[in-house]
Every structure is written in structure tokens, then in C-alpha cells.
T-cell receptor, first 115, second 113 residues
Framework: GAGVSQSPSNKVTEKGKDVELRCDPISGHTALYWYRQSLGQGLEFLIYFQGNSAPDKSGLPSDRFSAERTGGSVSTLTIQRTQQEDSAVYLC?????????????FGPGTRLTVL | GIQVEQSPPDLILQEGANSTLRCNFSDSVNNLQWFHQNPWGQLINLFYIPSGTKQNGRLSATTVATERYSLLYISSSQTTDSGVYFCAVVQLGGTSGTYKYIFGTGTRLKVLA
């Protein structure tokens, strides 16, 4: 596609449920990034995938968070046993294969609300 | 860990005015980017600028890596420039293979017509 897409755009869930968020990067981009932005707050880096290499998971806030990237393209971010503090906008970005130094292109985000 | 601070935190301008936004970082970095987050939440790349100066229309940016700061200049501001401006830095972990991408706290800009 022309840009990074994310789904769903909005997700409302009950505390304790699991959620899956999806990111489709720009075609040909091998690097993919997940961030979250809590209401009125700054941006927090979560995880980064480069091609088929194992990701650096040190940015994930707890072991309830996990992320996968299948076939070097689509990625899913899974949050198990959601808590109210997980409410945030989850943003995905991708970048060109010529190195991680290149500019990132962001998707529109998924707004997660945990009741 | 590395600290990334932006100033000023808030800025109100009259349309047509110029401004300078600053990003300070506390350690050496491998990369630095500037973003604009529009009022609808979309993040848009402005500059990828680990060092030197770049210009794009009314916007320009300068990074002095040795002194650990970057500046974003907005000239002849327009109401469409309103939003939040973030800088972000990248630190690679060398042999540990870690990757850290840290955003600054942002500068919230409002341009009045």
C-alpha cells in the first residue's frame, strides 16, 4: 500500500481481556517499529524488528506484551490480560531497507481503551 | 539512560512569526529525527539529521552532535504548523545488539491567525 496501515483504528476492551493490534508496513520496508502514546504524554518506544532478525524486546513494558512479525512483513502486537494503564494510542512505523538510520513512516495508530 | 529534553514546552506564535525549537540530548547518538504530530495525531517526518543542516521549504534543522543538541527553525509560521514537534534519537547497543529510540517531551506549538 501507499503507507503504513494499522487495524483496528479503535479498540475498546474490558480489563483482563487479550487484544491483538495489527500493523501493515510499507511494501519493501524491512524495519518495523512499535510505539505507544498515552493520553497527553510523549511517545514510548516498545520494540523494533529488522528483517528476520530476532527483535530487541527490552522496551516492552511488561511480560504481558509480545510482538511478532510474520514473513518479514505484517506485525501483530499482543497485550494479554489488559490493564487500564495499557490504554493508549499504539503506533507502528516502518523504514526503508537501506539501514535503520533512514526515516520512519508512521501509521495512523490504534486507540486502545481498557475499561 | 539517555535523556532527551525539548524546549520550550509550549509556544504560541502569531502567523508569520519565526521560531526556534531546541532538542538537547545527554549522550552520543547514532541518529536524530524531527517529527510533527498534527492535531489529528498523525506523525510526519520532518528531518532525519544526525549532523549538519538541512532545509525543506520554511523549515530547517541543524544538529551539532559534538555539543549534543539540535535546532528546528520554523520561518513565516502558518496555522497549519500547529501541533506538537518531537525530536527522537537512536542509540545502538553495539555488540549487545540493543536498539533504543527515545523521544523528547515535545514542543506544543499553536499558531494564531
Amino acid at each position: 500500500g501507499a503507507g503504513v496501515s494499522q487495524s483496528p483504528s479503535n479498540k475498546v476492551t474490558e480489563k483482563g481481556k487479550d487484544v491483538e493490534l495489527r500493523c501493515d508496513p510499507i511494501s519493501g520496508h524491512t524495519a518495523l517499529y512499535w510505539y505507544r502514546q498515552s493520553l497527553g504524554q510523549g511517545l514510548e518506544f516498545l520494540i523494533y524488528f529488522q528483517g528476520n532478525s530476532a527483535p530487541d524486546k527490552s522496551g516492552l513494558p511488561s511480560d504481558r506484551f509480545s510482538a511478532e512479525r510474520t514473513g518479514g512483513s505484517v506485525s501483530t502486537l499482543t497485550i494479554q490480560r489488559t490493564q487500564q494503564e495499557d490504554s493508549a494510542v499504539y503506533l507502528c512505523a516502518s523504514s526503508h531497507p537501506n539501514g535503520l538510520y533512514n526515516e520512519q513512516f508512521f501509521g495512523p495508530g490504534t486507540r486502545l481503551t481498557v475499561l | 539512560g539517555i535523556q532527551v529534553e525539548q524546549s520550550p514546552p509550549d509556544l504560541i506564535l502569531q502567523e508569520g512569526a519565526n521560531s526556534t525549537l531546541r532538542c538537547n540530548f545527554s549522550d552520543s547518538v547514532n541518529n536524530l529525527q524531527w517529527f510533527h504530530q498534527n492535531p489529528w495525531g498523525q506523525l510526519i517526518n520532518l528531518f532525519y539529521i544526525p549532523s549538519g543542516t538541512k532545509q525543506n521549504g520554511r523549515l530547517s534543522a541543524t544538529t551539532v552532535a559534538t555539543e549534543r543538541y539540535s535546532l528546528l527553525y520554523i520561518s513565516s509560521s502558518q496555522t497549519t504548523d500547529s501541533g506538537v514537534y518531537f525530536c527522537a534519537v537512536v542509540q545502538l547497543g553495539g555488540t549487545s545488539g540493543t536498539y533504543k529510540y527515545i523521544f523528547g517531551t515535545g514542543t506544543r506549538l499553536k499558531v494564531l491567525a
